[in-house]
């Protein structure tokens, strides 16, 4: 894989995960390799996707490929991303965050098409996990400039070392649970927000309670990979984890949504 990733010192990144409970880099790769990567991707849209169960990709209108808002499981259609997500130094950031080796569960891709998204509910990971700890985290890659206007993610510093908050239903495609207490004033005090350029990569700790607004631009677009990683200490319940995918791509495909 011809990228270049530039990697911060990995102890200051342990540090700053451990107290903010995330990891933030501006600029993971290149412009010059984030159009490589584009580009990989833009293939893969055109070779693979084709090839992807329903299950597997999102749509805002089924009927618009445009409205193509996002995909699970990457990695097993295409090498590339498969040697991203498997073997790059991705993985071991991951690894340096919960300072244990890790499993590669899931990547996929995030998009609001302009004018036609929803808003990311606030909302922790590790509730949709099925796990009996809470060793996992999440990266995400901006492959496309990210601010306030096209949805840009924003944490809660510090909300990882407390227990998880009372989620409830969500009608949002994607996170069908929210925090149903968000917005206190401690949530408002250390809410942060990430802007910033193509290649910025973002990791963060399962708890810790995030969200983004909707995409108000009428002509941009948000584009991101997402990379789910947990700890080898981490059991995951494969049978609640499949009994909920179901109920999920049920409901979606009545919707017509899939």
């Known amino acids: ?148 206007e096209n949805g840009c993610i924003h944490y809660v510093k510090g909300s990882h070392k407390h227990e998880y908050r009372p989620h409830g239903r969500s009608e949002i495609l994607g996170f069908s649970q929210g925090v149903t207490d968000f917005g206190t004033e401690e949530d408002k005090k250390n809410t942060v927000k990430f802007e910033g350029k193509a290649g910025m990569f973002l990791m963060h700790d399962a708890k810790i309670i995030h969200f983004a607004s909707s995409n108000k631009s009428s002509v941009r677009t948000r584009r991101a990979f997402g990379f789910v990683y947990h700890g080898v200490s981490a059991k995951h319940d494969v049978e609640k984890g499949k009994a909920y995918q179901k109920k999920l791509h049920d409901e979606l495909k009545e919707k017509k949504i899939i």
């Not at 342990?14 to 790769?29: A, Q, R, T, V, W």
């Not at 584009?38 to 089924?62: A, G, L, S, T």
């Not at 193509?68 to 990695?75: D, G, N, P, Y």
């Open 1 to 148: 894989m011809n990228l270049e990733f530039n990697i911060p010192n990995m102890v200051d990144l342990k540090k700053s995960y451990d107290e903010d409970g995330y990891n933030h880099i501006p600029e993971l790769f290149s412009a010059s390799d984030m159009d490589i990567l584009n580009k990989e991707f833009n293939r893969y849209i055109k070779d693979c996707v084709p090839m992807m169960k329903d299950q597997e990709v999102y749509y805002v209108d089924k009927s618009n490929k445009d409205t193509l808002m996002q995909m699970q499981k990457l990695e097993e259609y295409d090498n590339f991303f498969h040697e991203l997500f498997f073997n790059s130094k991705i993985k071991d950031l991951a690894a340096n965050a919960l300072g244990e080796d890790v499993v590669p569960r899931a990547m996929e891709y995030f998009n609001k098409p302009p004018g036609k998204s929803n808003p990311t509910p606030p909302h922790q990971d590790g509730y949709y996990f099925n796990l009996d700890n809470d060793k996992a985290v999440t990266g995400w890659l901006a492959l496309e400039d990210v601010d306030d």
